[in-house]
């Protein structure tokens, strides 16, 4: 099984700094089932967007000035086909730096099958844990150096069917009856390398009017998201563009257990206020790999 992510925001900043082309808060029509989705999140979150400092937008009439936006984040390799003068172009890219709140050590991680990747292991400084009743398993609490915080818990029930809705339903399901737990000395997880083109033409022909009655209508739609978890933090990228055709124109003797997640599991990134994880992803062993110095080229600040 591939590894599946969720990253709506840049979507929704995209959709939201169309409006400086189509005109303010406009309704979009959905074309299909996915869309009708999605556009429930983008009507819950679209205020959210100014909130979140580390997400960069652009509309333009110019195809070359969305390319130079994308290049110049470190998405160049993603490319529209260039549009003509009846189309214009949206872009967004979302970028977060964290910092675990002490760095973890180094140790392997161990399947049920006998495999072994690298992993990181952390103690109880900075992280909790907590059961819930619509889910099987444990789930840990990240704390990092800035708001936000990381959630990991094993799950393969998805299999088959983890669509990007079906990821937050269970994202969604598990957070609403999350209670504490106790009885782990830290955590232990995979480190993570994932670089993925993800599946966003289901966003294909989704409309809005325009202040001046005509319509506009998602034409190309791209998604790339990296996502990288060491010993160190974790770091989430992600970008959106589209074409948009505008018909206008414990005891320290005898410690407990660590928590081993050695299986695919769900890793989601929450900050206060928003409703919306910031990251969403179902990772599997495809993308458990050493990610490398992934640097301090995020949107962190440390206080």
């Given at each position: 099984?591939k590894?599946?992510t ?18 303010p808060?406009?309704l ?16 819950t ?10 997400i ?16 110049e984040?470190g ?12 189309h ?6 979302l ?26 292991k ?8 907590f059961?819930?009743s ?6 840990a609490?990240?704390?990092t150096?800035s708001?936000d ?25 598990i ?5 504490p ?5 830290g955590?232990?997880f995979?480190?993570?390398d ?15 009017e ?5 319509y506009?209508m ?12 060491n010993?160190i933090g974790?770091?989430?990228e992600?970008?959106f ?7 206008c124109?414990?005891s ?7 928590l ?17 994880p910031l ?19 995020g ?5």
């Amino acid at each position: 099984m591939k590894s599946k992510t969720v990253v709506f925001h840049p979507i929704i900043a995209a959709l939201v700094e169309a409006e400086k082309i189509v005109g303010p808060n406009r309704l979009w029509q959905a074309k299909n089932y996915d869309q009708e989705c999605f556009l429930s999140y983008f009507e819950t979150c679209r205020d959210e967007i100014a909130e979140i400092d580390e997400i960069e937008s652009i509309a333009s009439w110019s195809y070359e000035e969305v390319m130079q936006f994308l290049t110049e984040r470190g998405f160049g390799d993603m490319k529209l086909s260039p549009f003509d003068s009846d189309h214009f172009g949206i872009a967004s890219v979302l970028n977060i730096l964290l910092k675990w709140r002490k760095p973890g050590g180094r140790i392997p991680i161990i399947t049920p099958e006998g495999g072994s990747f690298d992993g990181v292991k952390i103690g109880d400084v900075g992280v909790s844990f907590f059961t819930s009743s619509s889910h099987d398993n444990v789930i840990a609490r990240l704390v990092t150096k800035s708001k936000d915080v990381v959630f990991l818990t094993m799950l393969s029930g998805l299999e088959g069917n983890d669509d990007p809705f079906s990821i937050l339903d269970a994202i969604y399901s598990i957070r609403a009856t999350m209670t504490p737990c106790f009885g782990y000395s830290g955590v232990h997880f995979p480190m993570v390398d994932l670089d993925q083109d993800v599946d966003v033409d289901w966003l294909s022909k989704m409309k809005t009017e325009m202040d001046n009655g005509e319509y506009a209508m998602i034409g190309q739609a791209l998604q790339k998201t990296r996502f990288k978890m060491n010993n160190i933090g974790a770091k989430v990228e992600s970008a959106f563009a589209a074409s948009v055709y505008a018909s206008c124109c414990v005891s320290p003797v005898e410690p407990p257990p660590p928590l081993i997640i050695n299986k695919p599991f769900l890793a989601w990134v929450e900050r206060d206020g928003l409703q919306m994880p910031l990251f969403s992803g179902h990772i599997h062993e495809d993308c458990w790999k050493d990610p490398g110095d992934f640097g301090d080229s995020g949107c962190y600040i440390e206080k």
